[in-house]
């Protein structure tokens, strides 16, 4: 696989019992760029991000991540801490953090358990745990600014407002040092100014640290604002891959989120 890419699947596959969510799926992520996975609910969109973060193992098919180094490894049969390890960061669909803890503390746990600290190290404070502290205030506090929180570093975060909750996730996701973020619909909840800050950090966070993006968006309006390209979901199933200008006019996508364009008239 060439260097280029981050991510290569071909021919994916990924059952529950009966539930097929991932049905052959193709797809290959290129180093740098912003790309979007789009489709309806239930499409199978978050079952990818799992397939590429080594949470779900699919049956079939070929997962192959570049470490960046020029050595690349199969995701399928590696467990999620190594390929977080690889450099593959992600923040989830529902908010997962600490809701007690403050903005900072949050961030600073993403920095110190990506250094071998461990999340239950970093908490208790141990002696063993004292030499990294001070690297990882400095770098939680570089990602306050980067992503705008730094006079809410003290406000427990459950007390956050949604666009600053989705912001401090973002920074989490960036404190292990990735190669690669996975967004899974970043702006969930948030209103249109919010949504509007939170695009303008997704692109800088490209932009300015050169973290490729992977995103899943509902939002329309934001996805296609962001994404350089755009592969679609439906039923498990890649219906179409292009530029948003691509996307805005296929058939296939235009018949999925809106329900059957073609009439039974004539037939
Ligand atoms: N752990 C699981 N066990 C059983 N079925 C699952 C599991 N994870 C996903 N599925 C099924 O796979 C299909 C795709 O779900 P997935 O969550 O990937 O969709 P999605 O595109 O992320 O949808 P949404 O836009 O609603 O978040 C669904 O039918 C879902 O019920
Ligand atoms: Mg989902």
Redesign the pocket.
Same mark, same amino acid.
């Given at each position: 696989m060439s260097d280029d890419l981050i991510f290569s699947v071909k021919n994916v596959t990924l059952r529950?019992?009966g539930?097929v @969510?991932l049905n052959d799926v193709s797809l290959e992520m290129r180093r740098g760029e912003i790309l979007a996975v789009i489709?309806?609910?239930?499409?199978?969109?978050? @079952?990818?991000f799992?397939s590429l973060t080594g949470v779900?193992q699919p049956q079939e098919g070929q997962i192959l991540l570049s470490d960046g180094h020029g050595k690349t490894v199969s995701v399928i049969g590696r467990k999620a801490h190594r390929v977080s390890a690889m450099g593959v960061a992600r923040t989830f669909?529902a908010s997962r953090m600490f809701s007690a803890l403050t903005t900072f503390e949050n961030i600073k746990i993403g920095a110190e358990s990506h250094k071998g600290i461990g999340i239950l190290g970093a908490m208790l404070r141990g002696p063993r745990t004292r030499r990294g502290e001070h690297d990882s205030d400095a770098r939680t506090i570089e990602l306050l600014d980067f992503v705008g929180l730094r006079d809410k570093a003290n406000v427990i975060s459950s007390s956050l407002s949604y666009g600053d909750r989705r912001r401090l996730e973002i920074a989490r996701g960036l404190a292990t040092g990735p190669q690669v973020l996975l967004l899974?619909?970043p702006a969930a909840g948030t209103n249109p100014t919010e949504k509007l800050e939170l695009t303008e950090l997704i692109r800088k966070v490209r932009d300015v640290m050169g973290v490729s993006i992977l995103l899943?968006e509902?939002d329309m309006k934001l996805v296609m604002s962001l994404a350089e390209r755009l592969y679609v979901?439906n039923f498990?199933s890649v219906i179409a891959q292009g530029t948003p200008e691509e996307i805005r006019s296929n058939d296939a996508v235009i018949e999925a989120y809106l329900g059957s364009t073609t009439t039974t008239e004539g037939k």
């Open positions: 529950f019992g539930v @969510s489709g309806p609910n239930g499409a199978g969109k978050t @079952s990818l799992n779900y669909q899974d619909e899943i509902h979901l498990g």
